[in-house]
T-cell receptor, first 116, second 112 residues
Framework: DTGVSQDPRHKITKRGQNVTFRCDPI?????LYWYRQTLGQGPEFLTY????????KSRLLSDRFSAERPKGSFSTLEIQRTEQGDSAMYLC??????????????FGEGSWLTVV | GENVEQHPSTLSVQEGDSAVIKCTYS??????FPWYKQELGKRPQLIID?????GEKKDQRIAVTLNKTAKHFSLHITETQPEDSAVYFC???????????FGAGTRLTVKP
């Protein structure tokens, strides 16, 4: 499978614990995105990387959230001191180098987080 | 920033009928408008997209129309089938789409 892959697919954690999600983008894609999706809502943008540089962060990304893409390939999203409101699906997506007006982004299967 | 509104939130049609989902956007600089289909527990998958230099695009039973002046775009599905049942999301972004904004989704149910 050469699509975007995410790990783990499901995570249940106790409030206050830290969790980390990993994303492996499509290999030739230099852009990587993290989105969050709750039930009944569309994906909400969290952050964006071009190669290893984190170029944009949403105001949704509180200081408990940190994302990295150290070598410009895979990325990790860490949530510290989880809260019940963090329960959501965390979607990773990637896209190729810019083509002018907008790029197709391809999503992974998502990582479901449940904070109990 | 961009704001995308989508309606209806739910849509039920009989198999074989057409379905239309509409979205409006606020940022006149947006120039890329994809549509994603998401089945329960699955990833959003791109089904069709349109760029601002065209007004309509068709792919078999699916078509998208764009009205830049009114800042709205629509998804049209003809001859619906039960396997079309899913949640559909529209989205809008500017060149580079670093921050693509999604609508809240439309749950389409196609009754056999």
């Amino acid at each position: 499978d050469t699509g975007v892959s995410q790990d783990p697919r499901h995570k249940i954690t106790k409030r206050g614990q830290n969790v980390t999600f990993r994303c492996d983008p499509i290999s030739e894609h230099n852009r990587l995105y993290w989105y969050r999706q709750t039930l009944g809502q569309g994906p909400e943008f969290l952050t964006y990387f071009q190669n290893e540089a984190q170029l944009e962060k949403s105001r949704l990304l509180s200081d408990r959230f940190s994302a990295e893409r150290p070598k410009g390939s895979f990325s990790t999203l860490e949530i510290q001191r989880t809260e019940q409101g963090d329960s959501a699906m965390y979607l990773c997506a990637s896209s190729p180098r810019g083509q002018g007006s907008g790029n197709t982004i391809y999503f992974g299967e998502g990582s479901w987080l449940t904070v109990v | 920033g961009e704001n995308v509104e989508q309606h209806p939130s739910t849509l039920s049609v009989q198999e074989g009928d057409s379905a239309v989902i509409k979205c409006t956007y606020s940022d006149s600089a947006s120039n890329y408008f994809p549509w994603y289909k998401q089945e329960l527990g699955k990833r959003p998958q791109l089904i069709i997209d349109i760029r601002s230099n065209v007004g309509e695009k068709k792919d078999q039973r699916i078509a998208v129309t764009l009205n830049k002046t009114a800042k709205h775009f629509s998804l049209h599905i003809t001859e619906t089938q039960p396997e079309d049942s899913a949640v559909y999301f529209c989205a809008a972004s500017r060149a580079g789409n670093n921050d693509m904004r999604f609508g809240a989704g439309t749950r389409l149910t196609v009754k056999p």
